[in-house]
Nanobody, 116 residues
């Protein structure tokens, strides 16, 4: 099983980034997918979630209206479009795959730094 995140980097406040998470080794279309983030000194927190077929999404209040989660089950990939980025969005962003709250896989994380 592999979850490989990409797309992180350094961006100025107000900028945008698009994270991708490529999945392999499991039946991607059966798994709910999530993006978490962990800032220095803080616990890992859920940012956005999307159900297996992509019909439902949820967001942390802090990113609503700025971030969009989506998935392409044909490409085994989940995305996180991040707009209007703020310094407080700085964190390591992790991709998570979850099946019936019994099976959970994690990626290695990608750093997002929002700074001028």
């Amino acid at each position: 099983v592999q979850l490989v995140e990409s797309g992180g980097g350094l961006v100025q406040p107000g900028g945008a980034l698009r994270l991708s998470c490529a999945a392999s080794g499991f039946t991607f279309s059966r798994y709910d997918m999530n993006w978490y983030r962990q800032a220095p000194g803080k616990e890992r927190a859920l940012v956005a979630a999307i159900t297996s077929a992509g019909g439902n999404t949820n967001y942390a209040d802090s990113v609503k209206g700025r971030f969009t989660i989506s998935r392409d089950n044909a490409k085994n990939t989940v995305y996180l479009e991040m707009n209007s980025l703020k310094p407080e969005d700085t964190a390591v962003y992790y991709c998570n795959a979850r099946f019936l709250n019994r099976i959970s896989y994690w990626g290695q994380g990608t750093q997002v730094t929002v700074s001028s």
